[in-house]
């Protein structure tokens, strides 16, 4: 087996110029391992990595716009994934996670050296998906405030005061905003957990609503009723659903 | 809160210092009518507690016309006027009740509007008082807020997003241009000394004030680049006034971390003052994502400056943050204090 065939391909990701550089000092000693290329932001990184499909990522999670965790959402496949920060809550639970490993900003030689053995020895090995990675290594406290929904190699990002309401579709959400609808591979209630409780509601087993949105209620059949929205959208509220609106308008 | 009506002690003192007046009134009263002194004591008694109570209005007087060396006459005018009105009011109420009161009602007349001049001096000495209480509470305040910047300074200098970022970008120069990896560490040194020297202080001009904010802007740019721009425009004037240290700190990292943080071709940051009519004008502007989610934790920097200067200045400075379009543009408007009369 010659060295290129057994050439480890890897994607550089970060939105620093000069942390870029570093890591492509600390590769250059490192025939086994080729940069496939280097990407300033998380647009740029989805796209690399669609086209060129690398067994190994630098990645950076604070970046502008879409950071390495949304990256890594949308996401499929198995990568080996370093994950490169100054935050040491998120290197840690990246670990936790079973992340390849992580280096924490600064890093020396020796810690770089350790953290691509690490990566070498598990590409052998089955590696989690990466977009269950990401999910787990998001702070748990945190609750979304940007959405972000591929279209091929097309990136959307959007704001979650933008949502009118979500609609479950087989393994899919639908995110509906004023204009738009995006799909998202992504189960209707992990996507409940993720969104703000004061903010938007499960009406019924497939419906997420943004409160804001809700002009009225009416009844519909002796069990349930509609919900009508700014934009004239009527949605279904189970009886549930409707408990859940209920405590959630007592308590304003 | 009226100063003598808020506590019993001070009301009783105050009753009891009238004692000896009433005294002195029942036996005016006595030598100038056909009264025994028991009768003369019966009259006076219940003018006297009527009257000091009335003398207590003083206080409203004395807020409302403060003594300044400008307003001298209109200092007189107020208050001979209100002491004459008191005393003429009781004196009128006095011989209502009793004709024997007539007898003496010039003497009675003068009496009150001495007393009530009296008890007017009284109440500028109370309010003199007070408010160089409140001048020592304000002061205290403020020194503990400017304390709580400095610590927060401080603890922006172990941020992640700060201390380790830049760190980062020293490591990674030392091999591919030493020359700048020696001075960046001289660039962090410069605004960690600067920042740390300048809280201890009470007020700085603003030049320091805008040469700590390029020490760290000098640093952002090193780790981001051309993506962070830099614009200034500062008036002469403006540079020797003073103001309180570490004011413009907390809005520069904002501006950074709100503005170019989350703009993929990177931002700028506008840096204004000026001065003119004895006022300071600054201004921190920068430009911002529109779709990224409004940022809240910026409230915390911005809460502290807006207190900061209310302590220090009161209603004569003012914060004011505008909103155009992508451009976030915090405005400070606080007097002009110019070197040496701080």
């Known amino acids: 087996m010659s060295a290129a065939e057994a050439a480890i391909r890897a994607l550089i990701v970060d939105d620093e110029e000069l942390a870029r550089s570093l890591l492509r000092e600390l590769l250059e000693p490192h025939p086994e391992i080729r940069i496939l290329a280097e990407c300033a932001n998380g647009f740029e990184a989805v796209k690399a990595i669609l086209e060129l499909k690398p067994d190994l990522l630098f990645l950076d999670v604070q970046m502008p716009k879409l950071d390495g965790f949304e990256v890594l959402e949308l996401m499929g496949g198995e990568m080996a994934v370093i994950f490169v920060t100054a935050y040491d809550q998120y290197a840690l639970r990246a670990f936790e996670v079973h992340a390849v490993d992580y280096l924490l900003k600064p890093f020396n030689a020796a810690r770089f050296e350790g953290a691509l053995e690490r990566a070498k020895r598990r590409l052998g090995q089955k590696l989690p998906p990466v977009a269950e990675l990401a999910a787990a290594a998001r702070p748990p406290t945190q609750y979304l405030e940007r959405i972000a929904v591929r279209d091929g190699a097309k990136v959307h990002v959007i704001p979650v005061d933008k949502l009118d309401y979500v609609e479950a579709q087989d393994d899919y959400v639908l995110l509906k905003t004023e204009g738009s609808r995006h799909l998202k591979q992504q189960t209707i209630s992990g996507l409940e957990g993720c969104l703000d409780p004061a903010r938007f509601v499960r009406l019924h087993r497939s419906y997420i609503v943004n409160l804001e949105r809700i002009v009225k209620i009416e009844p519909y059949s002796k069990d349930s009723r509609v919900a009508i929205l700014t934009d004239g959208a009527r949605l279904p509220v189970s009886r549930a659903g409707y408990a859940r609106l209920s405590a959630l308008w007592d308590k304003l | ?342």
């Open chain 2, 1 to 342: 809160m009226h100063p003598i009506l808020a506590s019993k002690a001070r009301l009783g003192l105050y009753l009891l210092a009238w004692l000896p007046l009433v005294a002195m009134l029942s036996r005016l009263l006595a030598a100038s009518g056909d009264m025994s002194w028991y009768e003369a004591l019966a009259l006076a008694a219940p003018l006297g507690v009527l009257y000091a109570f009335v003398c207590l209005s003083a206080w409203y007087l004395c807020r409302f016309v403060p003594i300044r060396p400008s307003g001298v006459p209109r200092l007189l005018l107020a208050n001979l006027s209100a002491a004459a009105l008191a005393s003429l009011l009781c004196v009128t109420i006095g011989m209502g009740l009793d004709a024997r009161y007539a007898q003496a009602a010039q003497q009675l007349l003068v009496i009150g509007v001495l007393l009530y001049l009296l008890a007017a001096a009284l109440h500028y000495v109370l309010l003199a008082l007070e408010s160089s209480r409140a001048a020592e509470r304000r002061e205290m305040e403020a020194r503990i807020l400017t304390r709580e910047a400095e610590l927060k300074a401080l603890k922006a200098q172990v941020d992640p997003h700060f201390l380790f970022n830049s760190l980062h970008s020293i490591s990674a120069l030392t091999s591919a241009d030493p020359g700048r990896a020696r001075e960046m560490c001289v660039l962090l040194s410069d605004f960690l000394r600067r920042s740390l020297g300048l809280g201890e202080r009470t007020s700085v001009p603003l030049e320091e004030e805008l040469s700590l904010a390029r020490d760290f802007l000098a640093v952002e740019q090193v780790r981001f680049g051309s993506r962070l721009r830099v614009e200034e425009d500062i008036d002469a004037a403006a540079r020797l006034c003073r103001v309180p240290p570490l004011l413009l700190q907390p809005l520069v990292e904002n501006a950074v971390r709100h503005g170019i943080t989350n703009l993929l071709e990177g931002g700028w940051i506008r840096l204004e003052a000026r001065s003119t009519d004895g006022r300071l004008e600054i201004a921190v502007e920068n430009n911002f994502d529109r779709d990224a989610p409004a940022p809240r934790r910026n409230g915390l920097g911005l809460a502290n400056v807006r207190k900061r200067l209310e302590v220090r200045y009161g209603s004569a400075a003012r914060l004011e943050v505008r909103v155009l379009e992508d451009r976030y543009r915090v405005e400070l408007e606080l007097p002009a204090e110019r070197e040496g009369e701080s």
